[in-house]
């Protein structure tokens, strides 16, 4: 007897080599180097150029415009958008709806084939994004260059998992029927990104609900529109039809109650604040006339993130990676670690060392590589974390740091509060900025009863050499990354899916292989033979 034919996408998949993560740039070697000082001026020559939105496929511009700028040297324009009105957010969400019709029925492989160009266009171009990343958002070379890397992954790493989906799922037979299970796509997804992984996110959100056939609103965070609309070229260089994301530029609380209201939308893709997440999750579940599903939220908002450091850790291996995961894109990642809870035997040791790294950080435009710490994203964010750098010398002791750093841009100090209570305000809010507090514990128990008392629950880190202390921390530490012995940032895809607990979002692990389950819905089908 004959075998069955295996679907085109799993042929398709069968042909592609196992997935790998993008390797990073080495720009300690004299090419790269040179090749990274041309991406910078080829960029910046482009500077001030006006994008469109696009609407049911066509070029939109409209008389408001708003710029983009670089927050190293704030007089910069990156670029020039359009600002849309509520009624454009409402004619962006029924032309995707609209297009579902048909790019729901492009085969997977197809899907797949686009995503994949995609992935090796920008491949080619990491050098010119990662500019583009480092003027708009104030990222350093390397952190610029692990946000394209990571787009990349997205690229590949959701393209495969997109095809292994595709097609009949086998069942249990079921004697007499013909019986399978088939994952079909939801509808239009909402894409509502943030400005700190500017690339990469917003690219991952955007590639797996077109990867499952769902059509796309693009609404990209105010402070980094040039790097979306930039890879939104590359989709379309790579064959995306132009009708199969709508991308819409404009104040996010109009726009984008808009679009989450709006009953045509399917679901809702966010990443950014425990505030904005929760509004989003309200409008959600709110019922809008002539909506006919309960609308789905796949939301990631942050965290309170700590590393514990116990009686026998290496003290300079959890210094450096706590200096690292502290200040690395001046502690603007939702991974970052914004707390240090160390037990009182080593406290002082700990501290030390700490204090000793962070002093010796490089803070500065961050198109100068020899800048550890660029800026931090706008003013607004600047004047935010200043003032809870303020509350924080109230609640604890300054060790170093504590105010503006020197240049024309929103540089701020690598920040450390010492002896903060556990529910002090720097101790518990989400800062969102290089500002560090470091908590005392008495042991390694309370030391993670401290780490546990928030209201998130994203990444967490233990350097501990014991055992027993690694299997309590894999047990009771709860949190969706949990990293032993290493910093509590860097999650690559793949190998660590990310999202967390409680007010840090729906733990829907990006890079992880149920990912893009959460754009599918099962249909199942029996048929009496």
Same mark, same amino acid.
């Given at each position: 007897m004959a075998?069955a ?6 042929q $398709?998949l ?6 790998? =993560?993008?390797p990073f740039?080495d720009?300690s070697?004299?090419?790269s180097?040179?090749?990274m000082?041309a991406a910078?001026?080829k960029?910046?020559?482009e500077f001030? @150029?006006?994008y469109p ?6 070029a ?9 700028t ?5 007089t910069?324009?990156?670029?020039t958008f ?9 004619a962006?969400?029924e032309?995707a709806?609209?297009?579902f019709e048909t790019?729901? @029925?492009?085969?997977?492989e197809?899907?797949a ?6 992935a090796?266009?920008l491949?080619?171009r990491?050098?010119?994004? =990662?500019?583009?990343?480092? #003027?708009e958002?104030g990222?350093?070379w ?6 394209t ?9 959701y393209?495969?998992?997109?095809l292994r989906?595709s097609g009949?799922q086998?069942? !249990? ?6 019986? #399978?299970?088939e994952?079909?796509? &939801? ?13 990469a ?5 955007v590639?797996?609900g077109?990867l499952?056939g769902?059509?796309? !609103? ?5 402070d ?7 890879f939104l070229?590359?989709?379309h260089?790579?064959?995306?039809p132009?009708?199969a994301?709508q991308?819409i530029? *404009?104040? *996010? ?11 045509k939308?399917?679901y809702?893709g966010?990443?950014g ?6 509004r989003?999750?309200? &409008?959600?579940?709110k019922?809008?006339?002539?909506q006919?599903w309960?609308?789905r939220t796949?939301l990631e $908002?942050g965290?309170?993130d700590?590393?514990?450091v116990?009686?026998?850790a290496?003290l300079?291996?959890?210094?450096q990676?706590?200096m690292q995961?502290a200040f690395?894109y001046s502690g ?7 707390r ?14 700490l204090v ?15 800048n550890? $710490? *660029?800026?931090v994203?706008?003013? *607004?964010?600047?004047?935010g974390i ?13 060790m170093?740091?504590?105010?503006r750093?020197?240049g024309d841009?929103y540089?701020v100090q690598p ?7 556990p529910k002090?305000r720097i101790?518990q809010e ?12 008495k042991? #390694?128990d309370?030391a993670?009863?401290?780490a546990?008392?928030?209201?998130f629950?994203l990444t967490?880190?233990? #350097?501990?050499?014991?055992?027993k202390?690694?299997?309590k921390?894999?047990a009771e530490f709860y949190?969706?990354n &949990?990293?032993?012995?290493r910093?509590?940032?860097g999650? $690559?895809v ?6 967390g607990f409680n ?18 819905q099962?249909?199942s089908v029996?048929?009496?033979?």
């Amino acid at each position: 007897m004959a075998t069955a034919k295996a679907p085109k996408s799993q042929q $398709m998949l069968k042909k592609l080599p196992a997935f790998k =993560n993008e390797p990073f740039i080495d720009y300690s070697l004299p090419k790269s180097r040179k090749a990274m000082e041309a991406a910078l001026a080829k960029v910046a020559a482009e500077f001030t @150029r006006e994008y469109p939105m696009y609407l049911d496929g066509k070029a939109v511009t409209t008389a408001e415009k708003k710029a983009s700028t670089n927050p190293s040297h704030p007089t910069q324009v990156v670029g020039t958008f359009q600002v849309a009105t509520v009624e454009q957010a409402t004619a962006a969400v029924e032309a995707a709806h609209k297009y579902f019709e048909t790019w729901r @029925r492009v085969p997977a492989e197809k899907r797949a084939e686009i995503v994949l160009r995609a992935a090796k266009i920008l491949r080619g171009r990491k050098f010119e994004m =990662n500019a583009l990343v480092c #003027y708009e958002v104030g990222k350093t070379w390397v952190e610029a260059d692990a946000d394209t890397a990571e787009t990349i992954d997205f690229c590949e790493f959701y393209a495969r998992e997109a095809l292994r989906v595709s097609g009949p799922q086998k069942l !249990v037979p079921m004697k007499g029927e013909k019986n #399978y299970l088939e994952y079909i796509p &939801l509808g239009v997804g909402v894409v509502v990104p943030p400005w700190n992984f500017p690339c990469a996110i917003m690219a991952g959100l955007v590639v797996a609900g077109l990867l499952t056939g769902n059509t796309i !609103v693009l609404k990209p965070a105010s402070d980094s529109p040039t790097v979306a609309a930039k890879f939104l070229e590359i989709l379309h260089e790579a064959g995306l039809p132009k009708e199969a994301v709508q991308f819409i530029t *404009g104040p *996010g609380g109009s726009i984008g109650d808009a679009l989450v209201s709006h009953p045509k939308t399917r679901y809702i893709g966010f990443t950014g604040s425990k505030e904005v997440g929760l509004r989003i999750q309200e &409008l959600a579940a709110k019922h809008s006339p002539g909506q006919i599903w309960i609308k789905r939220t796949v939301l990631e $908002m942050g965290g309170k993130d700590a590393i514990v450091v116990a009686e026998d850790a290496d003290l300079d291996a959890a210094a450096q990676g706590t200096m690292q995961a502290a200040f690395g894109y001046s502690g603007q990642k939702c991974s970052a670690c914004s707390r240090v809870i160390v037990a009182e035997k080593v406290y002082d040791k700990f501290l030390a060392k700490l204090v000793e790294r962070t002093q010796k950080i490089a803070t500065g435009p961050s198109e100068d590589p020899n800048n550890y $710490m *660029g800026p931090v994203v706008s003013k *607004g964010a600047m004047e935010g974390i200043l003032k809870y750098i303020e509350v924080g010398k109230r609640e604890g002791r300054l060790m170093t740091g504590g105010g503006r750093a020197p240049g024309d841009g929103y540089f701020v100090q690598p920040t450390i509060i010492a002896d903060v209570p556990p529910k002090a305000r720097i101790a518990q809010e989400e800062i969102f900025g290089p500002v560090l507090a470091v908590i005392k514990a008495k042991d #390694y128990d309370q030391a993670l009863e401290i780490a546990n008392g928030t209201e998130f629950g994203l990444t967490g880190a233990v #350097y501990s050499k014991s055992k027993k202390n690694l299997d309590k921390a894999r047990a009771e530490f709860y949190v969706g990354n &949990l990293y032993l012995n290493r910093k509590c940032t860097g999650a $690559m895809v793949g190998a660590h899916p990310f999202g967390g607990f409680n007010m840090s979002g729906t733990d829907s692990k990006t890079g992880g292989r149920e990912y893009v389950m959460l754009f599918l819905q099962g249909k199942s089908v029996a048929e009496k033979v």
